[in-house]
Nanobody, 126 residues
Framework: QVQLVESGGGLVQAGGSLRLSCAAS????????MAWFRQAPGKEREFVAT????????VYADSVKGRFTISRDNAKNTVYLQMNSLKAQDTAVYYC???????????????????WGQGTQVTVSS
């Protein structure tokens, strides 16, 4: 079993930056693909970024490419999402997700992830 706890959300002006963290418990973190998703009010949850178990492979949604960076520290059981040049349309609840931990690459589909955090609110004022 893996538990995920996100932190780092908040209110920021457009053009600003935030760094989200997701702390994981459980023995499978270092072999798990991790991802960030987000859900804005009235919209479906959407993929933001994913990173494979080693950290060597990342994939981003087109809407955040060049502005967001996903990274991980397996020694600290933590995955990060550095968000720069934030826009009002980035406002959402951001969720961290982990797969079952079998050394696979990351995925865009939420169906591939077995464990989810409770989410952290990011609000970007224009």
């Amino acid at each position: 079993q893996v538990q995920l706890v996100e932190s780092g959300g908040g209110l920021v002006q457009a053009g600003g930056s935030l760094r989200l963290s997701c702390a994981a418990s459980g023995r499978t973190f270092s072999c798990s693909a991790m991802a960030w998703f987000r859900q804005a009010p009235g919209k479906e949850r959407e993929f933001v970024a994913t990173i494979n178990w080693s950290g060597r492979s990342t994939v981003y949604a087109d809407s955040v490419k060049g502005r967001f960076t996903i990274s991980r520290d397996n020694a600290k059981n933590t995955v990060y999402l550095q968000m720069n040049s934030l826009k009002a349309q980035d406002t959402a609840v951001y969720y961290c997700a982990a797969d079952r931990g079998d050394y696979r690459s990351g995925y865009r589909s939420s169906n591939e992830y077995a464990y989810w955090g409770q989410g952290t609110q990011v609000t970007v004022s224009s």
